[in-house]
């Protein structure tokens, strides 16, 4: 069975930092690109920024570039995005997933989905 499971959301006042965790199980990881994306209420599914298997190419949306950080560990099978600066708009349900296109921006090219982790910036 695979699966992604999300962890690390949670309350943070503007400006501050958070550091997500997507925990792959069940040959779910080796190989494969890996990505962020986000929702917010009302909202699409943004794509927040991805890693490919080597962790040589990284992209990241225009919204969090600089701020944002992508990693991951094939060891652990785990993939990682730390949050810096953060603002009220990344205000989110945030999604990691497992992608199997080469378009990245895309919902369409992950193919298995994490459960997803509330962040909310708030003071």
């Known amino acids: 069975q695979v699966q992604l499971v999300e962890s690390g959301g949670g309350l943070v006042q503007p400006g501050g930092s958070l550091r997500l965790s997507c925990a792959a199980s069940g040959r779910t990881f080796s190989g494969y690109a890996m990505g962020w994306f986000r929702q917010a209420p009302g909202k699409e599914r943004d794509f927040v920024a991805t890693m490919e298997w080597n962790g040589g190419n990284t992209y990241y949306a225009d919204s969090v570039k600089g701020r944002f950080t992508i990693s991951r560990d094939n060891a652990k099978e785990t993939v990682y995005l730390q949050m810096d600066s953060l603002k009220p708009e990344d205000t989110a349900v945030y999604f990691c997933?497992?992608?199997?296109?080469?378009?990245?921006?895309?919902?369409?090219?992950?193919?298995?989905w994490g459960q997803g982790t509330q962040v909310t910036v708030s003071s």
């Open positions: 997933a497992r992608r199997v296109h080469s378009d990245y921006g895309k919902a369409a090219s992950y193919d298995i």
